[in-house]
């Protein structure tokens, strides 16, 4: 089902919903600008997110816009082993609802 020419496909999907992928889109621009957070560290947040949510559209678009602010390899390999210990985290609390 993954096909980044799916990504094609977002100008129908905003027609059929105008209004709100306008909204969105501006929500997203916002979101992602340079402001307290510089955009570099934003796009890695993004990464983030993305390895566990685990989805492969968001994976490409932040990697590249994250290499495009200045993120290096090292950077990248670092926010997957965050993403990791924080899903293994989350599984391991989750555990002690398994208790009694």
Same mark, same amino acid.
């Given at each position: 089902?993954?096909?980044? %020419?799916? &990504?094609?496909?977002? !100008?129908?999907? +905003?027609?059929?919903?105008? %209004?709100?992928?306008? @909204? *969105?889109?501006? *929500?997203?621009?916002?979101? #992602?600008?340079? +402001?307290?957070? !510089?955009? %570099?560290?934003?796009? &890695?947040?993004? =990464?983030?997110?993305?390895? $566990?949510?685990?989805? !492969?559209?968001?994976?490409?678009?932040?990697?590249?816009?994250? =290499?495009?602010? +200045?993120?290096?390899?090292?950077? #990248?390999?670092?926010? $997957?082993?965050?993403?990791?210990?924080?899903?293994? +985290? @989350?599984?391991?609390?989750?555990? $002690?609802?398994?208790?009694?």
């Amino acid at each position: 089902m993954y096909d980044m %020419k799916n &990504l094609e496909k977002l !100008p129908t999907l +905003g027609k059929e919903s105008e %209004k709100t992928m306008k @909204a *969105f889109w501006a *929500f997203d621009q916002a979101a #992602l600008a340079d +402001g307290a957070i !510089p955009k %570099k560290y934003k796009e &890695l947040m993004a =990464i983030a997110v993305a390895l $566990t949510t685990q989805c !492969p559209y968001c994976l490409e678009i932040h990697k590249d816009a994250a =290499i495009a602010a +200045g993120a290096t390899q090292e950077e #990248l390999a670092e926010v $997957t082993m965050i993403s990791a210990a924080l899903r293994a +985290g @989350a599984a391991v609390v989750h555990g $002690t609802h398994l208790m009694k």
